[in-house]
């Protein structure tokens, strides 16, 4: 488990760039009309990667406060 803030803020940082990565994906799929399974997959993996930068964010927040 992530405990440090410095492993934390990476954490998030690979999140992020893996979430906008899914992105261009995504919408390159979407646009194609191309295997809708892998779509559907890619957009699971998606929100679940929202759900982990959400809880890194709210694990840095009271750091960002004081």
């Known amino acids: 488990m992530l405990t440090d803030r410095d492993s934390l803020l ?5 999140l992020r760039s ?3 990565d899914l992105d ?4 390159r ?3 194609g009309g ?3 399974l892998q779509l559907q997959r890619l957009k699971k ?3 679940m990667l929202k ?9 840095l927040i009271p750091d960002n406060i004081a």
């Open 34 to 36: 191309l295997d809708q």
């Open 10 to 14: 990476r954490k998030l940082h690979e």
């Open 24 to 27: 261009t994906v995504i919408a």
């Open 51 to 59: 759900d982990e930068v959400s809880w890194l964010e709210s694990r």
């Open 29 to 31: 799929l979407a646009d």
């Open 45 to 47: 993996r998606k929100l």
């Open 18 to 20: 893996e979430h906008r």
